[in-house]
């Protein structure tokens, strides 16, 4: 099937008649890779789903006055990042716990998830990833999970290409001796 273009998403949403369609156009073309973006952040498969429906909504209710000069799936991606870390400031506020502690519940979480069906790599590499910061971990799974670019990164974070670059490299290093911490052997 073929990838429909955002210029045609656009142009059907601004007509009443096709608005339906373009939205599940949309739908169709982003809904997986948001639904990705927001599950490696919050972990638990019921949360992610909950955020997707809350970020469809915000995109639906605000698509009319989207402007152009922004790709579509930035635009997306910075709705979904928001509610992501809106939905984790409020777990924490929440529990009244601190990042660490919200770490290690959603690295048990994972561990007990069954939607989770990755090997023991992957499973220590999702809970290295835990361990980072919350822009960081953010940083790294839309550089290595999602392939986007660092200008992209940049648009939908509001931060400098060179800033992402450093935070990445930085990401990575805390992964390496995570991994190598925990003995795990490639």
Same mark, same amino acid.
């Given at each position: 099937? #073929?990838? @429909?273009?955002? =210029?045609?998403?656009?142009?059907?949403?601004?007509?009443?008649?096709?608005?339906?369609?373009?939205?599940?156009?949309?739908?169709? &073309?982003?809904?997986?890779k948001?639904?990705?973006?927001?599950?490696?952040?919050?972990?638990?498969? !019921?949360?992610?789903?909950?955020?997707?429906?809350?970020?469809?909504v #915000? *995109?639906?209710?605000?698509?009319e006055?989207?402007? =152009?000069?922004?790709?579509?799936?930035?635009?997306? /991606?910075?709705?979904?990042?928001?509610?992501?870390?809106?939905? %984790?400031? #409020? &777990? &924490?506020?929440?529990?009244?716990? =601190?990042?660490?502690? @919200?770490?290690?519940?959603? =690295?048990? $979480?994972l *561990?007990?998830?069954? /939607?989770?069906?990755?090997? #023991?790599?992957?499973?220590?590499?999702?809970?290295?990833? %835990?361990?980072?910061?919350?822009?960081?971990?953010?940083?790294?799974?839309?550089? /290595?999970?999602?392939?986007?670019?660092?200008?992209?990164?940049s648009?939908? $974070?509001? $931060?400098? *290409?060179?800033?992402?670059?450093?935070?990445?490299?930085?990401?990575?290093?805390?992964?390496?001796?995570?991994?190598?911490?925990? !003995?795990?052997t490639?």
């Open positions: 099937m #073929k990838q @429909v273009e955002d =210029s045609e998403i656009l142009e059907k949403f601004a007509n009443t008649k096709t608005r339906n369609e373009a939205f599940n156009l949309l739908l169709n &073309k982003y809904q997986q948001i639904y990705w973006h927001i599950r490696r952040m919050v972990i638990d498969h !019921d949360d992610a789903d909950d955020l997707v429906q809350d970020v469809f #915000k *995109v639906w209710k605000n698509l006055s989207f402007r =152009s000069d922004a790709q579509l799936y930035t635009w997306i /991606y910075r709705i979904a990042t928001n509610e992501c870390i809106t939905f %984790l400031n #409020k &777990k &924490k506020q929440r529990n009244n716990t =601190s990042l660490d502690e @919200v770490s290690d519940e959603l =690295s048990e $979480t *561990v007990a998830s069954s /939607y989770f069906n990755g090997d #023991k790599i992957q499973l220590k590499l999702q809970q290295a990833l %835990l361990t980072l910061p919350e822009k960081q971990r953010l940083i790294f799974n839309m550089k /290595y999970f999602d392939e986007l670019k660092y200008e992209e990164i648009e939908i $974070t509001g $931060t400098s *290409v060179g800033a992402l670059k450093a935070s990445f490299h930085i990401a990575v290093k805390k992964i390496e001796t995570f991994m190598l911490n925990e !003995d795990i490639f």
